[in-house]
Each structure stands twice: as structure tokens, then as C-alpha cells.
């Protein structure tokens, strides 16, 4: 019987907004139960610091060149992943619960993810992490997949697979995450998995408000559905896309996609025509499959109107199947941290692109 651990997922989204955490208990393969779950805000500063340091970092060379601003804000960042654990380990405490954690799974803040350079920055310091939690870590999780000619994403599909699996659901179905990027994975009849990601998630309405406004996200896509979508732009835009060389990326990084083309727009036609633009590239992906939608982007109820629309497809909340949508991904790092200490597979030629299955992550103890 295979040994089950406690394991704590860490997770920094695209949006760039604070941390998710999880503490799971699993055994890395067909068992799996959650414990509980966590969230906790970035400063203002840090928000506006990483914000304003991503849109500076378009390329390796930027990375070197902002090296000692990156160093200041991975410190910051990292000690705000230990008061994630802190208060996970609190809420233990005050539940009489003596569960001692074996694991942390640490994705850290992405920064820059530039494949084709195999190069993927997350901000986040794995030896001070654990020092500061007297917890071993697992991290640097996507860096094994780059060296086997993988795209290091989505690692999530194996996950998603044992959600599918648990709730033994009707297959074959797509799981479609809407975080900063848009991501897919598919899962056929007989649990076999492919992935990728396929164009904006939220990183366009959200960059959209940042720009524009004091608004951080579009709650519910109440700006957007105030709106009036500019055909116009809309259809040049979506031209440009997919003839460009950008469309036919297997992963993308929050900059490959930009808000200029909805310029000149007042704030709630930018962000009616930006929200079609996310919509029309989701709904090729997923059109005529039953769906199930994770991530902050699924609480944008006008979002998912628009995908339903104009994919035809059963599009459903993951939430509808007993789990919470805003933690897959916390609970998904918890269980590859699982993985990745027992050396087992966590990226694979459907899902990254990589040679040949391969396990990844670097566990440190520094307690």
C-alpha cells in the first residue's frame, strides 16, 4: 500500500494577487483528500511592485538587467507564502489537529516563461521558504520539463485527472482553466490526458482595468456586459492573432498578450471587446465538449456566458462536482510536490510537449 503524505501547495497566479494555499493529504497516485484551504493578499506594494516589474521584463535580458529589484521582491514574495503555511498550521492548531506537514509544494510568483529559451522564472527562494516553516519544500517544478524539450505547462492535466477519476464523472470532458492564461486539459473515455494552453484567461480585461482604472477585476464582467463590443477591432484583432506566430505557441507568458488594439475605447467597451476577444479564442478550444471551468476567470459569469455561446458546449463550474475552483491549482502543487519526492512523473509528452515522461522539482531542507 502506498504511503500517504501531508503535503501544502503554494500557488501564486498570473493575476498576481497573493498566494492559495492547500494542505492535502495523498499518496500521489489514486488517493487524494483535501484538508483544508487558504488565501492571503499581497501588500499593495508588492501588488504594485510585481506589476510594475512584469511589464519591464519582456525578455532574458531584462531578467539580468532588474536582477537586484527581482532578489528585494522574491524575499518579500517568499515571506508571504510563510504566512500562507502559518496560517494553514494555525488553523490546525486551533482545530485540536496534531497533523505534522512532511511537504511543501512551492510554485512561486512566474515572472517570465519563455520556453523556447527553456527559460521559466517563478520568484520565490525554496531555502528560505523552508527555513522559515522548518517544513522541506519542493520547488523549481518546471524546470526538469524545460531540459526534456517540454514547454514547463501546464503540469496540472495528471491532477485533473484524479479529480475526473474520483468523482468517476461522464467522459470524455475538457477541464478549462481560466487564470491569467487559458488552459486546457482533455480527458477522453479512458482517462488518457492532453493539454495546453490555448490564449488569454483573464490577463487582457485584467490588464485592461490596471491601466485604466482603480478597478482590479471586472467582478461578475459587470463592466463588459455594460459595454458595446467594437466589431471592428474585435475582428482585425482576432485576425492578427491567429496569423501570427504567437497563436501557434504550445504556452504562453501574460506578455505575449497586449490591450493596445482596444485603445481609444472608453472603459467599458474595452472591456466588453477584450472579453469577446478571450471568448471567441476559448470557445474554438472547447466547442462540443461537456466542460468543466476553473479558476478565478469561471466567477465571471458574462465571461462563461459568452464561451457557452459561442462554443455550444456544456460549460459547468468544477465547484458543481464537490470541489472549490479557486484552490485546483494550490491542491494540484500539493499533490506534484507528492510526485516529485517520490520520483514519479509529473509532466508528459501529451501535456508539456516533453521527450518522454519526467518527473521534476528541487526539494531542499534548510531547518
Known amino acids: 500500500m502506498n504511503k500517504s503524505f501531508y503535503s501544502l501547495?503554494?500557488?501564486?497566479?498570473?493575476?498576481?494577487?497573493?498566494?492559495?494555499?492547500?494542505?492535502?493529504?495523498?499518496?500521489?497516485?489514486?488517493?487524494?483528500?483535501?484538508?483544508?484551504?487558504?488565501?492571503?493578499?499581497?501588500?499593495?506594494?508588492?501588488?504594485?511592485?510585481?506589476?510594475?516589474?512584469k511589464e519591464k521584463i519582456i525578455n532574458f535580458e531584462d531578467v539580468e538587467k532588474y536582477t537586484k529589484e527581482l532578489k528585494n521582491l522574491e524575499k518579500k514574495l517568499t515571506i508571504c507564502n510563510s504566512i500562507a503555511v502559518k496560517k494553514i498550521k494555525n488553523k490546525l492548531l486551533q482545530q485540536n489537529d496534531d497533523t505534522k506537514i512532511d511537504?511543501?509544494?512551492?510554485?512561486?510568483?512566474?515572472?517570465?516563461?519563455?520556453?523556447?529559451?527553456?527559460?521559466?522564472?517563478?520568484?520565490?527562494?525554496?531555502?528560505?521558504?523552508?527555513?522559515?516553516?522548518?517544513?522541506?519544500?519542493?520547488?523549481?517544478?518546471?524546470?526538469?520539463?524545460?531540459?526534456?524539450?517540454?514547454?514547463?505547462?501546464?503540469?496540472?492535466?495528471?491532477?485533473?485527472?484524479?479529480?475526473?477519476?474520483?468523482?468517476?464523472?461522464?467522459?470524455?470532458?475538457?477541464?478549462?482553466?481560466?487564470?491569467?492564461?487559458?488552459n486546457i486539459t482533455k480527458i477522453d473515455k479512458k482517462y488518457n490526458i492532453s493539454s495546453a494552453d490555448i490564449g488569454p484567461g483573464n490577463c487582457l480585461i485584467d490588464n485592461w482595468l490596471r491601466l485604466n482604472s482603480k478597478i482590479l477585476?471586472?467582478?461578475?464582467?459587470?463592466?463588459?456586459?455594460?459595454?458595446?463590443?467594437?466589431?471592428?477591432?474585435?475582428?482585425?484583432?482576432?485576425?492578427?492573432?491567429?496569423?501570427?506566430?504567437?497563436?501557434?505557441?504550445?504556452?504562453?507568458d501574460t506578455s505575449d498578450f497586449h490591450v493596445s488594439f482596444?485603445?481609444?475605447?472608453?472603459?467599458?467597451?474595452?472591456?466588453?471587446?477584450l472579453t469577446e476577444f478571450t471568448a471567441e479564442v476559448c470557445s474554438k478550444e472547447v466547442a462540443g465538449h461537456k466542460v468543466y471551468v476553473c479558476g478565478g476567470g469561471r466567477k465571471n459569469s458574462f465571461l462563461l456566458e459568452r464561451i457557452k455561446k459561442k462554443s455550444g458546449s456544456d460549460i459547468n463550474l468544477i465547484d458543481n462536482?464537490?470541489?472549490?475552483?479557486?484552490?485546483?491549482?494550490?491542491?494540484?502543487?500539493?499533490?506534484?510536490?507528492?510526485?516529485?519526492?517520490?520520483?514519479?512523473?509529473?509532466?508528459?509528452?501529451?501535456?508539456?510537449?516533453?521527450?518522454?515522461?519526467?518527473?521534476?522539482?528541487?526539494l531542499v531542507k534548510n531547518y
Open 321 to 362: 462536482l464537490g470541489y472549490d475552483g479557486d484552490f485546483i491549482e494550490s491542491q494540484a502543487f500539493a499533490f506534484l510536490a507528492i510526485r516529485s519526492y517520490l520520483k514519479l512523473p509529473i509532466s508528459f509528452p501529451e501535456t508539456t510537449g516533453c521527450k518522454k515522461p519526467c518527473s521534476g522539482g528541487v
Open 103 to 182: 511537504l511543501i509544494g512551492f510554485h512561486g510568483q512566474t515572472i517570465h516563461h519563455n520556453p523556447e529559451k527553456k527559460f521559466s522564472l517563478q520568484l520565490g527562494d525554496g531555502m528560505l521558504l523552508s527555513q522559515l516553516t522548518n517544513t522541506k519544500v519542493i520547488y523549481k517544478l518546471r524546470e526538469n520539463d524545460l531540459k526534456n524539450e517540454g514547454q514547463g505547462a501546464p503540469l496540472t492535466p495528471i491532477f485533473h485527472q484524479l479529480l475526473a477519476k474520483k468523482k468517476n464523472i461522464s467522459l470524455p470532458i475538457i477541464i478549462l482553466n481560466l487564470g491569467g492564461i487559458a
Open 262 to 273: 482596444a485603445r481609444g475605447l472608453s472603459l467599458e467597451d474595452g472591456a466588453a471587446t
Open 9 to 53: 501547495g503554494l500557488m501564486s497566479g498570473t493575476s498576481g494577487d497573493g498566494v492559495d494555499a492547500s494542505l492535502v493529504i495523498s499518496n500521489g497516485v489514486d488517493k487524494f483528500d483535501v484538508i483544508c484551504n487558504e488565501y492571503v493578499e499581497y501588500s499593495k506594494e508588492d501588488y504594485k511592485e510585481f506589476h510594475e516589474l
Open 217 to 252: 477585476i471586472d467582478v461578475g464582467g459587470k463592466l463588459a456586459r455594460s459595454g458595446k463590443i467594437n466589431k471592428i477591432i474585435l475582428d482585425q484583432s482576432l485576425e492578427n492573432f491567429y496569423e501570427n506566430s504567437i497563436s501557434k505557441k504550445k504556452s504562453f
